[in-house]
């Protein structure tokens, strides 16, 4: 809705809520889309600006915390630009608690998931991203793997 309004401010004589989407006779599949065409949209980089700062100074946990409120809140133009660029920063505990890098990923991304999920209840593919397709039993199973691997950890080195 926000985007629709956006677009009725600056596009001159709409014929239709078709006619919004278009710009310079290119149609866009969203009214997101036809705003980012019209140059209405912040670019995504105070939100590069906002993850690189935090991603020197906070643990990967709550950068997917801060990650997750800008996907809900801010509504970064490019997401899945930002969780590539932000990747390793995101999943690094995981990462060290000796997954694959295709296992730290995928398991940062269903607490990113998680997280979105509590605060507007959709998933990771309202935002572009892939969906995890993962059931909450099997989200259990990979927690528990997880913390299993932090309890082994903590065996070894004491």
């Known amino acids: ?9 600056v596009v001159k004589g709409p ?26 949209l912040e670019q995504d980089n105070a939100h590069q600006m906002t993850l690189q700062e935090a991603s020197v100074s906070h643990q990967p946990q709550s950068l997917r915390s801060l990650f997750a409120v800008l ?3 801010a509504q970064p133009t490019n997401p899945k630009e930002l969780c590539n660029e932000f990747e390793f920063s995101l999943c690094e505990d ?3 608690k000796s997954l694959s890098r295709d296992q ?3 398991l940062a ?8 999920f ?3 209840g959709k998933g990771l593919e309202t935002f572009g991203l892939p969906p995890t397709d993962l059931e909450d039993s099997a989200r259990c199973g990979i ?10 950890e903590k065996e070894t080195v004491q």
């Open 15 to 40: 014929t239709s809520f078709k006619s919004l989407r278009y710009f310079q006779g290119i149609e866009q599949a969203t009214y997101r889309g036809a705003c980012i065409d019209h140059g209405l």
């Open 104 to 106: 730290a990923k995928h």
């Open 71 to 73: 996907l809900v809140h």
């Open 1 to 9: 809705m926000f985007f629709l309004r956006l677009l009725l401010t």
């Open 109 to 116: 991304l269903i607490h990113t998931e998680d997280m979105i």
């Open 143 to 152: 927690e528990i793997e997880a913390e299993h691997n932090i309890q082994h």
């Open 118 to 120: 509590s605060m507007n």
């Open 94 to 96: 995981f990462i060290h």
